[in-house]
């Protein structure tokens, strides 16, 4: 199995780095070993900002109101990549027909949250808390997730973000990075004594400075001295250069470097919020997004076995088209999952229909799916936790069954 | 002023009292001091500092500073033009549009009206990347922003929403009464604009309001356009695309038969709304106070603005005259935003600052690129949520740059400012006990101290210059 293979790589670098000049000792090191050790399943959400609209990432051409709806920016039929004679997936993303049609990609359609907020800000929130309705919840969900899983490694939680993400929010520590390579201090001439004079400045502080100066550190001890995790990319998989290609290629970096490293969480701000000429604006994100997954899906190979990607967002869009080819927020969206134990080949999610009647509010197409069922469900795939009580106020069910 | 004065007179730790306080307004009412500042405002009083950037009076020594930056002046037509002659024009437009932000920030006598500037851009927030936004965010700084940053927000909230590059940002350009063609209705609404009004502008999302108000704002707006994106770039008014029929906005009734004026009357009904004297009042109180700020210093601002009709600077001034923003020199500090870490950081070397587009590049390796906050949200006014590894460790290393001279753009003699400072620039003791007297008003902690003066002698980097960096680089440093 490649993970062992990776693990040895791993031990290396701490053996390189029990040795280096300048380096602290520390446990951190021996507990991302431990966490190795518990469980080498992943889980990867990509969190598409903005609102990515559902009905276009999946577009139900079989519904017979779906034209007469979306009008100027309907999809032809014979212009979808077509899933099941119902659904097809937008062009752009015919790149990932191959992984579904080998049962490795699922989705997941008209999954949301019934208590609808179509605020950006809030919708974000109430996700990423896993609490909707509720501002006041002062964690997030994978935080709550990862909480629960054995071994505080730095690199047990990680999240390619400019900010912290609201998932993560709360007291387990989370490297938090826009790009791993060259996490080190310049201080041509004087590195050394830069290092531990600020190492000396920052540790034993127990206030939030203290807090990041200590992770800081941390994270340079793992990622300095692990070389494997500037590995290229295998079997000649391209990512493409955007933030979600670059994100999951450093993913991957990390996942097969085996620093112990549990959930990941990607931050995608794209070009989602399509209230205008929306067409082109998911062309370009999707064939993005499509990219990137291919290329994660190549380059882990046979540790895709044990890595869940989930792909979300805060809600989806109104099911018309508005005034400006684009369309205004909605409700429910569509999620894609991929990766360790996903029942692929199939659009889940019970269709709740496009007719006016059928429409939350007359006007989006309704949630049939709580997206903390879909959650809870990979959450206790990946991660091997109890999930029925991780989100407060709601005992998750047995979920959609997507992932084995 | 006075119940300010009485907080300080009771406080504490008298030895300390007067730099400390000095560095905290210096901090929280613009990016810091410059070395000298702390001394200049014990000297001329807190009140008469105070009062003097609420005045916000001319600053020829900075239009000296900017007069190079020559598009900043333009209007849109302008910019359009020279982006129509050659398109590789907008790297010189989008440089000069940041280069100008930092040596404001770095530069400008008037900080607390820089500050504002930035606090009030991002909350109408537009990003410079959105296509006509490119050609129109500086105009529309300058424009819709800066003249009324300490004004009313009445006034503020208009120049926002009649600006083309709020029009574009948020589509309402786009927006028109929707038809009945052959018997179906032909959507013509875009809501974008109309939600982010009440939501981020003016009310907040708890106000309360439903879709249906959602729905009837945007009606409001329709026919607010923009006369031409690739050539004038104007605001026009397009009576043939306005929504004539009733509508009703959160307690707003707007008649039947009304056309551009709809909008106004809407503007005029939310700025004057008790919502949004609370909203704004709270965000001010979080960019001046702290991340959670105290109930009462919120109502007491909330109070003002009500009373004077949205005066900003009064609501500003309640503010600053309150108990818990003095009590606040006394606190752990409000973490910094890589924006607030680096033009303070600067201006603690005493840096002069030419082109700002090394600087840049650093706030966008720390999460915060300039202009560029993608959701209409803006940036996170919570100090806290700008702390993470990969942001400290390009803060560290901005720090280390910095004092080291190495930063394009930007020139600073360290040794040489600390020995102005009177400090030894070859003694590691003397430059940080130096630059915590001067530039921190005696706050750095025994820690930093200690380890800063542990700096060896010799070497082939000065004294001066790794003392310096690892001050700025240090813990106290990120908190203002």
New interface residues.
């Given amino acids: 199995m490649a993970w062992d293979v990776s693990r040895r790589v791993f031990l290396r670098g701490a053996g390189l780095a029990a040795v280096g000049v300048g380096f602290h000792p520390s446990s951190l090191l021996v507990r991302a070993a431990q966490a190795a050790e518990a469980g080498r399943r992943v889980l990867v959400q990509i969190f598409l ?2 609102g990515c609209d559902g009905l276009n990432l999946c577009i139900p051409f079989g519904d017979a109101e779906y034209y007469g709806l979306r ?1 100027a920016i309907a999809l032809g039929r014979g212009e979808v990549v077509d899933l099941d004679g119902h659904f097809g997936l937008h062009p752009a993303l015919a790149p990932l027909k191959v992984l579904y049609d080998e049962g490795r990609l699922a989705l997941l359609h008209a999954v949301g949250s019934y208590g609808l ?6 919708a974000q929130d109430f996700m990423e808390s896993g609490t909707p309705g509720d501002k006041t919840t002062s964690t997030g969900w994978l935080e709550r997730s990862i909480s629960r899983v054995p071994g505080n490694a730095v690199t047990e939680a990680v999240a390619f973000s ?3 993400p609201r998932s993560f929010l709360g007291p387990e520590p ?6 791993l390579s060259s ?8 590195r050394g ?2 290092e531990t ?2 190492r ?3 540790d ?2 127990p ?7 200590q ?2 550190f ?3 001890d793992v990622l300095l001295r692990t070389p494997e995790i500037m590995a290229p990319p295998a079997a000649g998989a391209v990512y493409p250069g955007s933030t979600v290609g670059s994100s999951l290629r450093q993913a991957a970096q990390i996942i097969k470097a085996g620093l112990g490293t549990r959930a990941i969480f990607v931050n995608v ?1 794209g070009s989602f ?1 399509t ?2 000429n929306q067409l082109p604006a998911n062309a370009l994100e999707f064939t993005r997004l499509a990219d990137a997954l291919v290329a994660f899906a190549r380059d882990l190979g046979g540790m895709l076995d044990d890595v869940a990607v989930m792909v979300t967002t805060e809600f989806g869009r109104a099911a ?5 080819a ?1 369309t ?2 909605g409700s429910a969206h569509c999620m894609i999952l991929m990766g360790a134990g996903v029942r692929g080949g199939r659009v889940y999610g019970s269709w709740p229909g496009l007719s006016r009647s059928q429409l939350y ?1 007359e ?1 989006d197409l309704a949630v049939t799916t709580d997206f903390r069922d879909a959650f809870a469900e990979v959450a206790r795939a990946q991660l091997g936790i109890d999930s029925s009580s991780l989100f407060p106020g709601y005992a998750a069910g047995p979920g959609p069954g997507i992932v084995a | 002023m006075s119940a300010a004065a009485s907080v300080i007179g009771t406080a504490p730790f008298p030895a300390d009292i007067g730099p400390r306080v000095a560095v905290h307004l210096l901090n929280r009412i613009g990016f810091g001091p410059r070395p000298g500042d702390v001394e200049r405002v014990l000297a001329r009083g807190l009140d008469r500092y105070v009062q003097e950037q609420l005045d916000a009076p001319a600053d020829p020594e900075l239009d000296s500073r900017l007069r190079g930056l020559t598009t900043l002046g333009y209007p849109v037509s302008q910019v359009l033009a020279l982006y129509n002659a050659d398109q590789r024009s907008i790297a010189t437009i989008l440089d000069e549009l940041n280069t100008a932000k930092i040596i404001r920030a770095v530069h400008g006598q008037n900080q607390l009206q820089e500050v504002l500037v930035d606090f009030w851009f991002n909350h109408f927030n537009v990003y410079v990347q959105d296509g006509f936004a490119r050609y129109s965010t500086a105009a529309y700084e300058r424009d819709a922003i800066r003249p009324y940053a300490l004004g009313r927000f009445r006034d503020l909230l208009g120049a926002t929403a009649g600006h083309p590059a709020m029009l574009y940002f ?2 309402n350009y ?3 009464a ?1 038809t009945v063609v052959n018997g179906r209705i ?7 604009y109309g ?1 982010e009004l009440m ?1 981020l502008h003016t009310i907040g ?1 708890d106000a309360g309001y439903t ?1 249906e108000h ?1 729905f009837d704002a945007a009606r409001c707006f329709t026919g607010w356009g923009i006369d031409n994106l690739s050539t004038s770039g104007r605001f026009v008014y397009r009576p043939q695309f306005h929504d004539r029929d009733a509508k009703s906005v959160f307690g707003l009734g707007v008649p039947a038969g009304g056309g551009k004026d709809d909008g106004d009357k809407l503007l005029d009904y939310l700025a004057a709304h008790p919502g949004a004297a609370h909203f704004i009042s709270k965000k001010l109180a979080e960019r001046f106070v702290s991340d959670d700020p105290p109930v009462r210093v919120v109502e007491s601002a909330a109070a003002t603005f009500q009373a004077t009709g949205g005066d900003i600077r009064a609501v500003v001034r309640t503010i600053l005259s309150s108990a818990e923003f003095w009590a606040e020199a006394f606190g ?1 500090g409000k ?1 910094k935003t890589p924006l607030e870490f680096v033009a303070s950081s600067l201006r603690a070397v005493d840096a002069q600052v030419s082109n700002g587009r090394a600087v840049a590049a650093y706030l966008q ?1 720390m ?2 690129p300039l202009y560029s906050c ?4 803006g940036y ?1 006014n919570r100090g ?10 390009y803060r ?2 901005f720090a ?2 910095l004092a080291a001279g190495a930063i394009a753009g930007v020139s600073a003699d360290v040794r040489g400012m600390v020995s102005r400072m009177g400090g030894n620039a070859e003694d590691a003791r003397s430059v940080a006990s130096t630059i915590s007297a001067r530039i921190f008003g005696n706050g750095l ?1 025994a ?2 101290l ?3 003066s ?3 002698p010799g ?3 000065s004294v001066a210059v ?1 003392v310096t ?2 001050c700025l ?3 106290e440093m ?2 203002r």
């Fill in positions: 900002r903005g009008g907020s179509r605020s950006h800000f809030d400019a900010q912290l989370v490297l938090v990075a826009q790009t996490f080190d201090l310049r201080a041509r001439n004087w004594e830069a004079l600020l000396a400045m920052y034993g502080r206030d939030v400075l203290g807090k990041v100066g992770e800081t941390a994270a340079m701000p919020d209230h205008a018309f088209v508005n005034g400006s684009g205004d927020h509010q006007r | 948020l589509d786009l927006s028109r929707s032909v959507q013509g609404l875009n809501e974008n939600r939501e999302v879709q959602v752990s973490p390796n999460g915060m993608v959701p209409p949200t996170s806290a949520d700008w702390l993470n590894p990969s942001s400290h460790l560290m290393n280390l740059d902690s820690s930093t200690a380890a800063a542990r700096v060896a070497g082939p980097v790794r960096g690892l680089a240090g813990p990120q908190a």
